[in-house]
C-alpha cells in the first residue's frame, strides 16, 4: 500500500510537469497547426536562467522561501516567454505562408540552435540548484508518508493550469485565442487580431515551459543542457494522448503518462517502461484516434 | 591572362597543400565534445593539444609538428561513425578516443579497415578487444577485472542480498552481468536486476522498489549524473542503504549534483583519480593542465586519453615511421612499461593495457574521493 501510495503521489508529480510542459505544445499546434520541437529547450531554458537568477539575486536568502520562489518564477516565466515570442518572430513567423513542413524543419533547427548554445554558454557538465531551498519535511496522510515538496510540485503545476484553463474559457482575449483556434480567416474578419494572438500563444505556451523548468530544477536540483530533448518528447507524447490542440487533454495526458511510467516501472519492469508507455499511447490511439479528450476537435483549444 | 595567371596561383596553391601537411604528422581524437558526456569530451581535447603543444615544443616528433586532429563523436554511436569517416580521410596516422564502448564499438571497424591504430581511453566494455581487431588497443582497463574487484568488495564487506542495477548502455550492462555472474558463485543473494533510463531526473521509483525489495547493498553501474540524483534521492527519502558505483561515477561532478551530505559514504570501483597519481610525469602533466586551463581534469577518463596520445607518441618514434603495421607491432610487443601518465603501461596480444589498476574509493564528509 505504502509503495503504491508513493509511486502513484511521484508519478503525478512528475506528470504535472510533463502536462505544463505539453500545455505549450498543445497552445501553438491549436492555433498554428505547428509543432514547436524547440519548446523542450525553451523549458531547459527556463531551468539554466532559474538557476541564474537565483544565485545571482540570491532571492531566498533576501525575500524567505515563498516571496522568492514566487519572485524567481515569476522572473523566469517573463523572460522565457520573450524567448517565445522572439522565437516565433526569428523562426515561424518568416515561414507562416509556406508549406508546414518548412516550420517544423526551421523548429528542428532552432532546437538544435538553443540546445547547444546553453551548452556553450553553461557549459557541458550538469549544473546543481543550491541544496535545500525547497522544505525538507514529510507530511503523514493516514500513516502514509508524503514530502512537502512533491506536494508543493503537484499543487504549483495544477494551480498554473487551472489559471490556463480559465484565462482561456472566461476572458475575451483567451475568447479571441479560441476563435483563431477555429478559423484564422474568420476570426480575422471578426476584427481580431490573429498575429497578436499568436505572439500571446507564443509567450504563454514558452512562459509554462519555462517554470516547469524551474520546477524541475528546485525539486530534482540537478539540470544539464541535454534535458530539454527527453521532457520534450515525454511531454510531446502526454499532448498527443490526450489529443493535441486541447488544453485539458494536455493536461490529462500528461498526469496519466507520469502515473502510467511510474506504475510501470514499479510493478512490471523499469527497463520496460518506456515501451510499455509508448505501447498504451498506440493502444489509445488505436481506440480514439483523436487522442483522450480529442472529440472536442471542433473547438480546439 | 588574368584569369590564367589567377588558374596557376590557385593550382599552385593546391599542390603546396599536400607538402604542407607532410611536415607534420597527425594524430586524431574522436571525443564527445557535445551530447551528454561533453564534460569528459572537453577534458579530453585540451588534455591531447597541451600534450601536442609540449611534444612540439621540444622539436616535435621525427623533426615534425604534431596536429592534434580533433572530431566530435557527440557520445552516441552515428556521430562517431560519421566523424571517423571523415577523421580517416583526413589523413591521421592514428586515433585516440573514445570514451563510452558502445561508441567506440561503433567506430572501430571503420579505423581498422582503414588501417589507422585506434586507442580508446575509457571504453572499458570486454568484447571491444575480442574480436581479434589487429590495430585496437586501449589504456582504460576491462570491465570483466572491474567486476572482479567489485564482486570481491561486495562480498568483502558481508552484504547478503545485494541489488545491482545498470542503464542498458554497453558498457553499464556489461559490468553489471560480469559481477552478477561471479557474484551467482558466492553464498550471497542478488535480490534486483534492472536497468534505469539514463537522462531522466526521478528514481524514486527506482528506489521505492529497492527498498521493498529487501536489498542490503546498491551496485550501480552507470554513470555520475544518475548516481549522484539517486543519493540525492535516497536520503531525501531516508532510504538508507549504501550504494557502491562503478567507475563511470567517478566524476567530482558526482557531489556537486548529490549534495556532500548524501554522497558521504558513497563506495567506488575505479583507476586511480588524477590526484592520486603517483609518478612524477602526471604531477607534472597536472601541474601544467592546471596551470594553462585553470583547473585539474574532471576525472581520470580524460588523462587516460592523454596516455592513449603519449602512447601513440612513442610508438611512433621508437618505429620511426608512421606505417600502421610498425605502430601496431610496437605497441603489441617492443612497448613495455612504458611510464604513463597513469602508470607503467604495456599491451597484451589483443590491445588491452596489462596490469592492475583498480582501487576501491570512498567518499568522505568534505566530498573528497579519499582512496582506501
Redesign the interface.
Given at each position: 500500500m505504502e509503495?503504491f501510495f508513493?509511486?502513484l503521489t511521484?508519478?503525478l508529480?512528475?506528470g504535472g510537469i510533463y502536462a505544463l510542459i505539453a500545455l505549450g505544445y498543445t497552445l501553438v499546434y491549436g492555433v498554428l497547426k505547428l509543432i514547436n520541437f524547440a519548446h523542450g529547450d525553451l523549458f531547459t531554458i527556463g531551468a539554466f536562467l532559474g538557476l541564474s537568477l537565483l544565485t545571482a539575486f540570491s532571492l531566498t536568502d533576501k525575500l524567505g522561501f515563498v516571496l522568492g520562489v514566487s519572485a524567481l518564477l515569476l522572473m523566469v516565466v517573463c523572460l522565457v516567454g520573450l524567448v517565445g515570442i522572439l522565437l516565433d518572430q526569428a523562426a515561424y513567423k518568416p515561414l507562416r505562408s509556406s508549406h508546414r513542413l518548412s516550420a517544423v524543419v526551421s523548429a528542428l533547427g532552432m532546437s538544435i540552435v538553443f540546445s547547444?548554445a546553453i551548452?556553450l554558454i553553461f557549459?557541458?557538465?550538469?549544473e546543481?540548484y543550491p541544496?535545500g531551498i525547497l522544505p525538507?519535511q514529510?507530511l503523514h496522510i493516514m500513516g502514509l508518508p508524503f514530502?512537502v515538496k512533491r506536494l508543493l510540485l503537484l499543487v504549483t503545476s495544477l494551480v498554473l493550469m487551472v489559471a490556463l484553463y480559465t484565462f482561456i474559457q472566461k476572458t475575451t482575449i483567451g475568447a479571441a485565442i479560441r476563435a483563431a483556434a477555429i478559423d484564422q480567416d474568420a476570426a480575422r474578419l471578426m476584427g481580431i487580431n490573429v498575429n497578436r494572438v499568436i505572439m500571446l500563444i507564443f509567450f504563454i505556451g514558452p512562459a509554462l515551459g519555462g517554470a516547469a523548468g524551474v520546477m524541475?530544477g528546485l525539486y530534482?536540483?540537478?539540470i544539464?543542457w541535454?534535458?530539454g530533448?527527453?521532457y520534450g518528447l515525454k511531454a510531446f507524447t502526454a499532448a498527443i494522448l490526450g489529443g493535441i490542440g486541447n488544453i485539458p487533454g494536455a493536461m490529462v495526458g500528461g498526469l496519466l503518462l507520469g502515473v502510467i511510467?511510474?506504475l510501470c516501472?514499479?510493478y512490471i519492469?523499469?527497463?520496460w517502461?518506456?515501451a510499455i508507455t509508448f505501447v498504451v499511447l498506440i493502444l489509445i490511439l488505436i481506440v480514439r484516434p483523436t487522442g483522450l479528450l480529442g472529440e472536442r476537435v471542433a473547438e480546439k483549444i | 591572362m588574368k584569369k590564367i595567371l589567377f588558374l596557376i596561383a590557385a593550382l599552385s596553391v593546391i599542390a603546396a597543400g599536400p607538402a604542407l601537411a607532410a611536415d607534420s604528422i597527425k594524430i586524431g581524437l574522436t571525443a564527445p565534445i557535445t551530447g551528454s558526456w561533453a564534460a569528459e569530451g572537453q577534458d579530453m581535447k585540451q588534455i591531447c593539444e597541451l600534450l601536442a603543444d609540449q611534444v612540439n615544443a621540444e622539436g616535435g616528433l621525427l623533426g615534425k609538428q604534431v596536429v592534434v586532429e580533433v572530431a566530435d563523436d557527440g557520445g552516441n554511436e552515428q556521430t562517431a561513425a560519421l566523424a571517423a569517416q571523415r577523421l580517416v580521410t583526413k589523413g591521421i596516422v592514428a586515433v585516440v578516443g573514445t570514451y563510452g564502448s558502445s561508441v567506440t564499438e561503433a567506430s572501430q571497424g571503420i579505423y581498422n579497415a582503414a588501417k589507422i591504430p585506434q586507442i580508446a581511453n575509457g571504453s572499458t566494455a570486454v568484447r571491444l578487444t575480442e574480436k581479434g581487431l589487429k590495430y585496437f588497443f586501449r589504456t582504460c582497463p576491462r570491465d570483466d577485472e572491474q567486476g572482479r574487484v567489485a564482486a570481491k568488495t561486495l562480498t568483502g564487506q558481508g552484504y547478503k542480498k545485494i541489488a545491482i542495477l545498470h542503464d542498458n548502455t554497453t558498457y553499464s550492462k556489461g559490468l553489471a552481468e560480469e559481477t552478477k555472474a561471479l557474484l551467482e558463485k558466492e553464498p550471497v543473494e542478488i535480490v534486483f536486476f534492472d536497468a534505469l533510463t539514463p537522462g531522466e531526473q526521478d528514481y524514486t521509483t527506482i528506489l521505492t522498489t529497492l527498498k521493498t525489495k529487501g536489498a542490503e547493498v546498491v551496485f550501480f553501474t552507470g554513470y555520475y549524473p544518475e548516481a549522484g540524483l539517486m543519493l540525492r534521492q535516497k536520503m531525501e527519502m531516508g532510504f538508507g542503504v549504501p550504494f557502491i558505483g562503478g567507475d563511470a561515477t567517478n566524476n567530482p561532478d558526482l557531489v556537486k549534483i548529490a549534495g556532500k551530505e548524501a554522497a558521504e559514504g558513497f563506495y567506488f570501483v575505479s583507476p586511480p583519480v588524477p590526484q592520486d597519481l603517483p609518478s612524477k610525469e602526471a604531477k607534472d602533466f597536472l601541474a601544467a593542465y592546471t596551470a594553462k586551463y585553470g583547473a585539474a581534469p574532471g576525472s581520470i577518463w580524460a588523462v587516460l586519453s592523454g596516455d592513449g596520445f603519449r602512447v601513440m607518441v612513442e610508438a611512433i618514434k621508437q618505429a620511426k615511421s608512421t606505417d600502421p603495421d610498425r605502430i601496431a607491432g610496437y605497441l603489441h610487443d617492443g612497448m613495455t612499461d612504458f611510464v604513463g601518465l597513469t602508470g607503467a603501461i604495456s599491451f597484451n596480444e589483443k590491445g588491452d593495457r596489462v596490469g592492475d589498476v583498480y582501487r576501491i574509493y570512498k567518499v568522505d564528509a568534505q566530498g573528497e574521493f579519499i582512496l582506501q
Open positions: 509503495q508513493q509511486q511521484n508519478g508529480a512528475i547547444n551548452m557549459g557541458a557538465s550538469p546543481v541544496h525538507s514529510v514530502p524541475v530534482y536540483g540537478q544539464k541535454t534535458m530533448w527527453l511510467e511510474s516501472s514499479a519492469s523499469m527497463a517502461k518506456d | -
